[in-house]
């Protein structure tokens, strides 16, 4: 039974208020064989500087440390390529350090940044993340991913990470999807929906116009899931820009960027699976106990919690973050999120762990469309769009830009450069992609708050990600 | 002639024999649609790691002789005292005391049942497991914790009792020695070189 001292639940408060200023991602593809690592990061850095109408060399003025994010050294067979790229950024004598935190590198690597900030060891700081994946084949990738569970009880077996996880997604799948096909239904229109918005992406690895039964036809790579319901394995780099409100105001001076709140929260739960041990279920501000008084009763098998089914981490991360923040409900009191759709079935879960659905309805949130720009069924805005990205099945999961590349998302809707970040012709002809003749405009009207979550393997590591306008917060302290 | 690492602990040292890497040499990448451009190199490595299992190991060499070995808390002091572990724990992780080793082997017999699944088509690179691996975690009366395995007989489900079986026949010392069967299988439908 894991229980919390008061000390462990103290709501995490910043030391000052910490911006966004800017942020910039590299294209993203399963194999990117023209550039090295240097060339995409210095990409991502030189669209972080043009965004505030810098150049790199003035950005670069104003950086104090850099936190870079890369999981997989093993990828990319490069020890400290920390070194390497603070070397080729030119950035040399400043401080610096690697984080690695898995599938959540990227959000580890902004907690990182704001917390520099928030403490005033640093007034600005370069938050960098990447991946290189494709250095070795399909299957020695995912024996290397599978390094990530644990290497004597688990990774032996079958040295693929989907099976360790897909456990997780087969105790969901019976528990609360009751197996119905109109579950597996949901699920598929999940995938339909993120490679639907890659399409108008032209970062995004993945743009496909896919049905429901293409989903549903595609090859099973661990039942339910399929091909088509998991997430991608590529290359790329992403970056942001954090500042006190001082330096956020200088940077942004007559720029089209106004400086975002930024606020990071994170958690933990165990690497193994079968080492989750029983508890109560946290509550989030939108929730009470009563309402899963008779979970057990409505879904037999998921009375246990976390289970297999829930991400402790994830509960965690948005309880601090949600508390921190004055999130009271995220449905009301966000307007775009990007959420770590590693598989169909962990977003469906990670609706419930969020808040923005009970334990045990994560799906209404795709039945209803809130989680679509427009909603399918009224032809209205979604309550809450998710992911227009692309997400990580539609557009990439280079492992340590992925959290960043989120928050880059959320942030365009915020400053309503959305359409002028993935709509520009020259975007699509530098990444050699061809922009479709029916591409939209995603950008969600009036946004003022957003999240990302960033969330590693098992849920061994989740962060929350809160980003706001700053005449839009909900807590006057926050 | 080459042969495989091996090694031995002596003196509270490692004692290694063998070859521990191959050499391979590096071939180039060239670009076919750019006249054979040159665009990188493969960089082959193949090595031996030495691991320990540390206060693990125990587990790890009764699973050869047909015992499963989990931990409990015995410490008085502690809030999660009484607590058993499978996975072994060396330490408990409320109070970091020492755990006691405890033979779990007739609980895992009388007792076990599948809490979830899953049936893999795909493996990483150096899996040994025949495909599809039928995954399995296994839940214990009396123990907190579910231990991630796999079925080797038949088709599982969530509830489904099932046994231990044990590779003693030149057994590898991982985790893949131990497996599970539905109750009531027979010796002569088990993979060679396991026994219930």
Known sequence: MITFSKKQLKVPKL??????????????????????????????????????????????????????????????????????????????????????????????????????????????????????????????????????????????????????????????????????????????????????????????????????????????????????????????????????????????????????????????????????????????????????????????????????????????????????????????????????????????????????????????????????????????PGRLPSNLSGGLIGCMHAVGATGIMQTFEVATHIWNRWEEMHGDPALWEAFNRRKPDDWTDLQVVGAKRGMAISHAGVGSHVTATVVMDPDSLLKEDA | MSMFGTVTVKGGKYRIRGDFHHITPNTPIRNEDREWQLVGVTNPRDMTYIHTYGGEAVFFEGLCQGKIHGSRCDNPGCEGKGTVYLPFRIHCPDCLGRNTVVDLTDVCRTTATIHTFMVCERSGAFNTLDKPIRFINVEFDGVSTILMSYLSVGEPKIGMRVIPIFRTLDPTYTITDLSWVPDGTSQDVLPKGFHL
Not at chain 1, 52 to 64: F, M, Q, S, V
Not at chain 1, 294 to 309: K, L
Not at chain 1, 340 to 347: G, N, V
């Open chain 1, 15 to 380: 030391l000052r208020p910490v911006y966004l200023v800017t942020a910039g991602q590299s294209k993203f593809a399963r194999a990117i064989p023209e550039k090295r690592t240097e060339e995409l990061v210095v990409d991502a850095f030189t669209m972080a500087a043009k965004m505030i109408d810098k150049t790199p060399a003035e950005l670069k003025r104003y950086i104090h440390t850099a936190y870079y994010g890369h999981f997989a050294d093993h990828f990319g067979d490069q020890l400290l390529g920390e070194a390497v790229i603070h070397d080729r950024l030119g950035l040399d004598p400043l401080g610096n350090i690697g984080i690695k935190t898995g599938g959540a590198t990227g959000g580890s690597t902004l907690w990182e940044a704001v917390k520099a900030v928030a403490s005033g060891y640093s007034d600005c700081v370069l938050a960098m993340g990447w991946e290189r994946m494709d250095e070795v084949p399909t299957d020695e990738g995912n024996h290397l991913i599978s390094c990530a569970a644990d290497k004597d009880w688990e990774t032996p077996l079958g040295h693929i990470y989907t099976g360790y996880y897909a456990v997780m997604a087969q105790k969901y799948w019976q528990v609360f999807g009751k197996e119905e096909a109109s579950f597996r239904h949901t699920m598929a229109e999940i995938s339909v929906k993120h490679h639907g918005y890659a399409r108008f992406n032209p970062f995004a690895q993945s743009p496909m116009k896919i049905t429901v039964e293409d989903v549903l036809n595609s090859p099973v790579v661990a039942y339910p899931l399929r091909a088509l319901d998991c997430c991608l394995m590529s290359v790329g780099a992403a970056c942001a820009v954090i500042c006190d409100e001082d330096t956020a105001m200088e940077l942004t001076k007559d720029t089209k960027n106004k400086p975002l709140r930024i606020w990071v929260t994170a958690a933990s739960h165990t690497l193994r699976p079968a080492c989750r041990r029983d508890m109560e279920i946290p509550l989030l501000p939108n929730e009470t106990a009563d309402q899963y008084a008779d979970i057990e009763e409505r879904f037999p098998g998921g009375g246990r919690y976390p289970g297999f089914t829930g991400f402790l981490a994830a509960r965690m991360a948005v309880w601090y973050a949600y508390r921190m923040t004055g999130v009271v409900e995220p449905m009301e009191d966000l307007d775009v999120v990007e959420l770590h759709d590693a598989f169909t079935i962990s977003d469906i879960q990670t609706y419930e762990d969020i808040g923005i659905r009970p334990y045990g309805s994560g799906r209404d949130y795709v039945e209803s469309g809130d989680c679509y720009h427009t909603n399918p069924h009224t032809g209205q």
